[in-house]
């Protein structure tokens, strides 16, 4: 009976031993788990963090290149506006510039209408008409031993019709352009210009009263 108490004493502390080991082994599980748990959750977090940190810094980025966007577009605007500002003022120069040139040769015409003995006379032109156009003989101030001006030397025959003009009469101006005291060069480009603008073409000389 001794012995068989002993033999059952032994085998309970061998169990409880093997449940002591089992229980440890279980608890070193548990606490890998817990290790390995652990770290997944700070990797976790520490990936959240970048993610937001990198979300934060396209954030300011893309606010930063809406400003310097926002910036150029100002910019541009200012150019525009300086640039349309510009131009209206070359406008009213130029409408001014040619409102006084006008005026001017208006003047010089006047003048000449006022002078005693002198008549203006003024011719119109057809020039799809090649005869009318071809039938002015002119002559320039060299002819006459000046620098500047035209004179009529002759109209030929198929000339406009009803001219009145006479050799001698000077060309006034060319289509309302004054060219009195031009240069011979500037008086044939502005013939050929006016040529080639509106299909009549107006010119006016002065010549001795009738």
């Known amino acids: 009976d001794e012995e068989e108490q002993q033999s059952q004493l032994q085998s309970c502390t061998e169990r409880s031993a093997d449940e002591r080991r089992q229980v440890r082994q279980v608890g070193g599980e548990d606490e890998e788990e817990t290790n390995v748990e652990t770290q997944r959750t700070g990797t976790e977090k520490s990936c959240s963090a970048e993610e937001e940190e990198d979300d934060e810094e396209e954030q300011q980025s ?3 290149s809406c400003n310097e966007r926002s910036a150029d ?15 209206l003022e070359d406008m009213q120069q130029t409408g001014e510039s040619r409102r006084s040139r006008d005026a001017a040769e208006d003047t010089v015409i006047s003048e000449m ?13 057809d020039t799809h008409c090649h005869e009318q156009v071809k039938a002015f003989v002119w002559q320039f101030g060299r002819h006459r031993g000046c620098v500047l001006g035209a004179w009529v030397r002759e109209v030929a025959k ?3 019709p009803g001219h009145g003009l006479d050799g001698g009469d000077r060309l006034v101006s060319i289509n309302g352009k004054v060219v009195r005291e031009c240069s011979e060069r500037d008086i044939k480009i502005l013939w050929k210009q006016a040529q ?14 009738p």
Request: charged share 30%; hydrophobic share 30%.
């Open 62 to 64: 893309q606010v930063q």
């Open 113 to 125: 209408q006022s002078t005693v003995g002198i008549s203006i006379k003024e011719v119109v032109v």
């Open 158 to 160: 198929g000339g406009p």
């Open 196 to 209: 080639s603008g509106d299909r009549m073409l107006t010119l006016q000389f002065e010549g001795a009263s």
């Open 73 to 87: 577009e100002r910019k541009h605007e200012r150019q525009a506006d300086g640039a349309d500002v510009e131009e």
